[in-house]
């Protein structure tokens, strides 16, 4: 894939104050309040969803669904297919609670089931499409217009990037960039080590800067 | 802190907050670097784009349907096969009853029977074992006889106080060993016992010794 670079420079395009700070690891005590805070919280969503409550299902489809559903949709790149992701994860996750060992924090481990549905998705899709003979576009997915953002262009020309990136490198960058995952809570969603989680962020971005920066003469004749 | 050009991958790659902060600060002056700092923290800026959390009810419903309907499966799953067993006349569920009861009876006693294989060798082998210590035990027991034997006629006439010692450390002892010998006789794969009486036996032969050593 080419340069899907914009044709005005990054300053026009983002405006600098807010969320422009990079996110770097909590401290161990940060760490520890964040932890003992959504204990509680995840250990009753976990211990309502094993009891078979319907309340606790809807608990997390509150707190988590509509960033699952964001995932899946920048995963999958259709909002029915994300759509039926999330319900796919729902019904997963009933059947297979009693397997939850509370190795990792129970959002983390329905997130967990939730990519994996988004691959066997993904999968499938690949093969219906093969069946039908249809691989114009290769593997990626056809984009879909969304809810109108500050920045329309921008939005469209990172979802094209994101498209070139490997399944791996996309991944890590919408959990950590986009759903705001730690590079801990990647590693076990993903089954990878921290290190592996921030070094394939690291080539992400460094890819996705290539494609998106602008050559640096338009750059120069947009900056005017 | 003091960092550079060259720490800047390192850091947007897996800095601290002082490392960013202090590559911030080298940023204010290096253009390489502020550049490639803008560039950096826009691209997460530019992440929030992707990002639409708007509620869907819809949604909800169908999730809650898909597990309602999941679970009455799982339910249906269990009641079916209750259902072909309530299906089945008395009589035949009687006798069916029965002939698992007495398939179970049989399995069990299949399992449990002594067999001529492992388990019987097993109990063959704790057999000849036990077998093994007791002749061992014997044959001990005979050769410290015999020591009392040649120590007897010192230890019965002895007058002095030290032969008076051994004598009665020795019916001490003689005590012992006829009590451990009538516990391990009631329990006689019990290890523990045979080590205390094993104890008591060398205990036996050194002090019988000594009698001997101090006559000669």
Redesign the interface.
Known sequence: MGSVGLTLP??H????E????????PSEREERNRVSDKLSEDAALAAGCLA?E?RA??RL?QVQ???M??LA??LLGSSSDA?DA??DT??KI??GIKSFRGQSSFVTWTFRILVNTCHDARRSRMRRKEQAQDDSEGSAPALEP??P????S??MA??RALQALTRHQREV??LY??EGFRHAEIATLLEISE?AS??TL?QA?KA??SM??PPRSAEAGGAR | MNVGCADR?RI??????EE?AALEAHAENCRECREEL???????????????????SA??A???E???E??QRAARGFRDRLAIWRGIPVGWQTALAGALALVLAIAGIYVLRPQPGDSGSDKLLRNSALAEVERTERDYMKAIDKLAADARPDLDSATSPLMASYREKLMVLDSAIDELREEAGRNPSNAHLRYELLAMYQEKQQTLREVLETKR
Do not use: C
Request: proline share 3%; charged share 35%; hydrophobic share 35%.
């Open positions: 990054w300053e395009r983002i405006s600098p807010g969320g422009g700070e990079p996110r770097v690891q078979g319907m299902y809807e489809y669904g509509a960033r559903r964001n949709r920048n759509e999330v319900q729902f019904v009933q059947r969304r809810a953002g500050s920045h329309p921008l939005r990172l979802e960058f919408l960039e986009v290190t921030k070094n690291f971005k996705l800067r998106l920066e | 991958e947007l790659r897996d800095g601290t907050a960013w803008r560039a950096w923290k826009a691209l997460s800026v530019a992440a929030a784009e992707l990002r639409d959390y708007r509620e869907d949604l909800w169908k999730i809650a898909s597990l309602r999941n679970e």
